[in-house]
């Protein structure tokens, strides 16, 4: 529970980044929710449009929390995958590097661009034994925004549209999980989906950077544990 103390402290932390944005920002920020549905909308691996926009919608509440520039946050969000290295044949420049065409074409400054290309290259995930910590504020808050996605009911969603997008089995009781201590490693990995919680999932919560993230994904992660627990039991005809 709550001291009113403790709510003083949460509800001033909240205010603490209130910005808001300018017009020209408010465009760009919409047009990119744009581009982002023409690009992303049919997606359906579980990094679809609306993957972005909760994302988005965590980063910026997140951004707040913490004091982070919520401009830079939201528009690092909207892009994180705009171009993802697993459908660029494990290309890593690709994102970035179109995040920053489209900023330049809508005359953002060269200063938030580079700002927004360096977080999209830093928040890929790359395997259990990789872990790349972002510089910035704002891309610690979009990475936190990121791997909330994945857990909770939301990320057990995810885990097995995923899956059943690249042909993976549910669960084979004779494959145990691999721990990937290279992102060569983990870009070639063809387990199954239940082993993607002991090999990503899992992991998550204990790699996030800012205490709002942390608050949010104790319970989420208890959720994904009590859902694993579960299947394992069904699996045996236990329950
Ligand atoms: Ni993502």
Do not use: C
Not at 51 to 69: K, N, S
Not at 141 to 152: F, I, K, P, S, T
Not at 198 to 222: C, G, M, P, Q, V
């Amino acid at each position: 529970m709550q001291t009113h103390e403790e709510e003083r402290v949460t509800s001033s932390k909240v205010q603490k980044n209130s910005t808001t944005l300018t017009s020209k920002q408010k465009q760009t920020v919409e047009k990119t929710v744009q581009l982002v549905k023409d690009t992303l909308g049919e997606e359906a691996s579980g990094h679809d449009y609306f993957h972005i926009m909760r994302v988005r919608a965590l980063a910026v509440r997140l951004a707040e929390e913490e004091g982070a520039d919520v401009y830079v946050a939201e528009l690092a969000a909207l892009l994180h995958d705009i171009a993802d290295w697993k459908f660029h044949g494990g290309d890593l420049s690709v994102g970035p590097r179109v995040a920053s065409e489209w900023l330049q074409s809508l005359g953002e400054s060269k200063e938030t661009i580079d700002r927004v290309a360096v977080i999209i290259k830093e928040v890929s995930y790359k395997g259990a034994g990789v872990t790349t910590t972002p510089e910035s504020l704002e891309g610690k808050v979009v990475q936190d925004a990121d791997r909330l996605d994945a857990l909770g009911a939301i990320g057990i969603a995810r885990t097995f549209a995923y899956g059943g997008k690249f042909e993976r089995q549910m669960y084979d009781p004779d494959q145990p999980p691999v721990m990937h201590q290279t992102f060569e490693e983990y870009k070639k990995a063809k387990g199954t989906t239940l082993n993607h919680f002991y090999e990503k999932i899992f992991l998550l919560k204990d790699r996030l950077n800012t205490d709002s993230a942390r608050a949010l994904a104790e319970e989420r992660h208890k959720y994904v544990e009590e859902f694993v627990e579960r299947f394992l039991q069904e699996w045996e005809g236990k329950k």
